[in-house]
């Protein structure tokens, strides 16, 4: 099966959050399962600068007002279509955001062209090649479909995965003349969304098929708390929801051959984690001793429970225990933890930034990790928690719930726990979790104990490959 997978972002060429590692891993799980996967990306000057050798494949005159090109080109594993569209994508700042942090005022038409681009390639216009279905990813290739089924051209099955309906793609209706759409496109059961184009909102109208990246959140989205307003549209595609967990590239995080990891280790040589410890000690200026060290590794936003975290960092040292946090985001949430290391030097340690590397290590030789999101689709730092043995403390939400066992007595008991859940998301949640994190870690035999059964769990991408394979099959065989 061939199949045309669209993403704004894809690891380790351009990454912002957890879809980039999903947009890289996937094609490569779904290999063992028979489905070759071509991903269509932009070109932006991070790709550009890092792929080798490609070949032209395709030449648009004009993509929506500008000329592009798609490359083809081979990187570790993955087989790239790269949309090379200067106008578009040779910019300074990152996918989204120019250099101020401001959204770039033409995202509607920087994606809409990545989405059109799809839909030419979903048709067969590239040499020697042509999909059996289409996956895209989030709002800024969910047009993929609407171009599919507005331009006369033979329709395609096709999968939308949503990774964070939070990002919808809504835009004033004045651009919709720039779309090239026909007028009735422009409709509820189209772009339409309030008055104004809805993106996400229209690839959820148009694709054969809808996931989330696990399945509580799947339920989620239902809801008017979490469903941003698109629950309703959602509820009309009950019947094709999909929740299918993320999982994780397990070469690429593996405790026992880590490149950056100091000293690598195992569930039955855990003891070796004590030399990475030093080292995070050492990065964070943290005292050298005995204390649990709690991590953070995460956007600094609202939505992840960053202002939670800031809040509590004081009785978090009171309890005895350090902090090290490494992320970026809101300024005020920088400051505060920030403020709160200066206040506690040598129990917290605050990094500004992404760090790759460091959050590799941080796994390697921290106690356990805090993710107190409000709301999170997935999650991937959990997993990657689970595989190195920095114990996961998480909100009871979205796939936080769904890959995360607690510790309560009955799992405790039956030694299937592989970590602590909290609700409800607040500074009283956070405080009650790491308590008992605290009492936890003082039993040593216990603590041992969760970090080996979380490093049991499977996190890999094997499983949810063969999900998305069986729905992609489903979706062929009936001819959609």
């Not at 007028?183 to 104004?196: L, M, Q, S």
Request: glycine share 10%; aromatic share 8%; with cysteine.
């Amino acid at each position: 099966m061939k199949v045309l997978s669209v993403s704004s972002e894809v690891f380790p060429l351009i990454k912002t959050g957890g879809l980039a590692d999903v947009s890289g891993a996937l094609p490569i799980a779904l290999k063992a399962f028979g489905v070759e996967t071509k991903t269509l990306l932009p070109g932006y000057p991070a790709v550009m600068k890092v792929i080798r050798d490609p070949v032209v494949r395709l030449e648009f005159p004009d993509l929506l007002g500008e000329r592009a090109t798609v490359l083809e080109v081979e990187h570790e594993g993955l087989d790239l279509l790269v949309l090379d569209a200067p106008a578009y994508y040779d910019r300074p700042g990152g996918p989204y955001l120019d250099p101020l942090g401001k959204d770039y005022p033409d995202n509607w038409r920087r994606f809409a062209a990545l989405s059109l681009a799809a839909s030419e390639i979903a048709a067969g216009l590239l040499p020697g090649w042509r999909p059996d279905l289409v996956h895209t990813h989030d709002w800024q290739a969910a047009l993929t479909s609407v171009y599919m089924r507005y331009y006369p051209t033979p329709e395609l099955p096709s999968v939308l995965t949503i990774h964070n309906i939070a990002f919808q793609g809504q835009f004033g209706s004045e651009i919709f003349p720039g779309l090239r759409l026909p007028d009735h496109a422009f409709a509820v059961d189209g772009i339409e969304y309030y008055g104004t184009v809805g993106f996400l909102k229209g690839g959820l109208q148009t694709s054969h098929a809808v996931t989330t990246v696990s399945p509580t959140y799947a339920d989620e989205i239902l809801t008017p708390q979490f469903g941003m307003g698109l629950e309703g549209v959602i509820a009309t595609r009950i019947d094709e929801l999909h929740g299918i967990v993320n999982g994780i590239d397990t070469d690429v995080w593996n405790p026992a051959t880590d490149p950056v990891v100091h000293t690598h280790y195992g569930p039955t040589t855990l003891k070796n984690r004590e030399e990475n410890r030093r080292s995070i000690a050492e990065f964070f200026h943290l005292d050298n001793d005995d204390a649990p060290i709690f991590c953070v590794i995460s956007r600094l936003t609202w939505q992840k429970g960053m202002d939670i975290v800031a809040n509590v960092a004081d009785q978090i040292v009171a309890m005895g225990g350090k902090l090290v946090v490494l992320g970026s985001g809101e300024a005020a949430l920088e400051g505060a933890l920030l403020a709160s290391a200066s206040r506690h030097p040598g129990r917290i340690g605050v990094s500004i930034g992404y760090n790759e590397p460091m959050s590799h290590l941080m796994q390697a030789g921290c106690d356990a990790i805090i993710i107190p999101s409000r709301f999170e689709p997935c999650g991937l730092t959990q997993l990657y928690g689970l595989r190195y043995g920095c114990v996961p403390i998480v909100a009871r939400t979205g796939g936080l719930n769904d890959t995360v066992i607690d510790a309560n007595h009955a799992a405790l008991a039956a030694k299937v726990a592989t970590g602590i859940q909290f609700s409800p998301v607040t500074e009283t949640g956070m405080l009650q979790a790491i308590r008992r994190a605290m009492h936890f870690y003082a039993d040593r035999k216990l603590w041992t104990q969760l970090q080996k059964q979380g490093m049991k769990s499977d996190v890999s991408w094997e499983k949810s490959a063969e999900r998305y394979a069986a729905l992609y099959s489903s979706l062929v065989s009936k001819g959609m």
